[in-house]
Nanobody, 114 residues
């Protein structure tokens, strides 16, 4: 069964950090591009970061550039999103996505608030 399971969300103060994980099963992450999306209440889902299939080249939304880092651990078949210097506007449900396999995770809530 092809599946993505996110973890690592939670409540954090502005300026804090969180690391999201996305464990894949039923397929190999490095065989396709992988991405993180987020959706805030009342807003459309938006692309946050993407990592290319073989080169590992990364790309980010302007709003998170310099603060977020997407990475992949191939032996663990797991995708990560390191989020630093978090802002209240980063509050959203975060989803990992494997576009080549048409798979979405269930989402993990990130809330940035004092």
């Amino acid at each position: 069964q092809v599946q993505l399971v996110e973890s690592g969300g939670g409540l954090v103060q502005p300026g804090g950090s969180l690391r999201l994980s996305c464990a894949a099963s039923g397929f190999t992450l490095r065989n396709g591009a992988m991405s993180w999306y987020r959706q805030a209440p009342g807003k459309q889902r938006e692309l946050v970061a993407i990592i290319a299939r073989t080169t590992g080249v990364t790309n980010y939304a302007d709003s998170v550039k310099g603060r977020f880092t997407i990475s992949r651990d191939d032996p663990k078949n797991t995708l990560y999103l390191q989020m630093n210097s978090l802002k209240p506007e980063d509050t959203a449900v975060y989803y990992c996505h494997a576009p080549g396999f048409g798979v979405w995770g269930q989402g993990t809530q990130v809330t940035v608030s004092s």
